[in-house]
């Protein structure tokens, strides 16, 4: 594998790729090759103090999103000219405590890492996974998979009594609970 044909400043799902390949890839061609698994992180501190860790940032590491930020792109920068980043971010917590807007957050900082990087004419490529809950794994089974004892039997559907006002008291109740007004996913999913 070559990272040639991957983009140069890029943040995106390590599905198409393997950790060994990126890895031996980014010693290849010289470049600083930074993971981090945080498989067993379950909060936004536990994340950053497990990259801390693995990218051996300084002591003086202030476990925020800023400072994560300035120890990839500013501090660096000022060492010296830099051949170009694979950075690896394993199993990205999916829980209450590290939610969505959580990791896009965090994603966040390495784009505008990436973007960075980028108008320095220096790769940086980024590649991220989540982590899968044992309840996700067992709504991904096909409906074949299903044990024969247990049929898929549909609720009926509730009776809803509309008020004389007319208005529906349970309108706009069967929406998901977004974390923020600019979930556009969640839109999506609501309005299929």
């Known amino acids: 594998m070559q990272l040639q044909t991957i983009r140069s400043n890029i943040v995106q799902s390590i599905r198409a790729y393997r950790v060994e390949d990126l890895m031996a890839a980014a010693q290849a061609a010289g470049q600083h090759f930074l993971y981090a698994n945080v498989a067993s992180a379950q909060t936004k501190q536990d994340v950053l103090d497990t990259i801390a860790q693995a990218f051996t940032f300084p002591a003086h590491f202030g476990k925020n999103l800023d400072a994560l930020y300035d120890c990839m ?112 996913a969640a839109w999506l999913r609501a309005a299929a």
């Open 73 to 184: 792109t500013d501090i660096v920068h000022k060492a010296g000219a830099q051949p170009g980043f694979v950075v690896v971010l394993e199993q990205l917590p999916d829980n209450p405590r590290f939610d969505r807007e959580a990791r896009e957050q965090l994603l966040d900082v390495f784009r505008d890492a990436a973007d960075f990087w980028g108008e320095r004419k220096i790769a940086f490529r980024c590649f991220y996974s989540f982590a899968v809950t044992r309840g996700q794994e067992q709504s991904d089974k096909p409906l074949e998979a299903l044990p024969a004892e247990q049929p898929i039997v549909p609720k009926p559907a509730a009776k809803v009594t509309v008020p004389k006002s007319g208005v529906n008291p349970n309108f706009g109740m069967n929406m998901p609970m977004m974390s923020s007004a600019f979930d556009t």
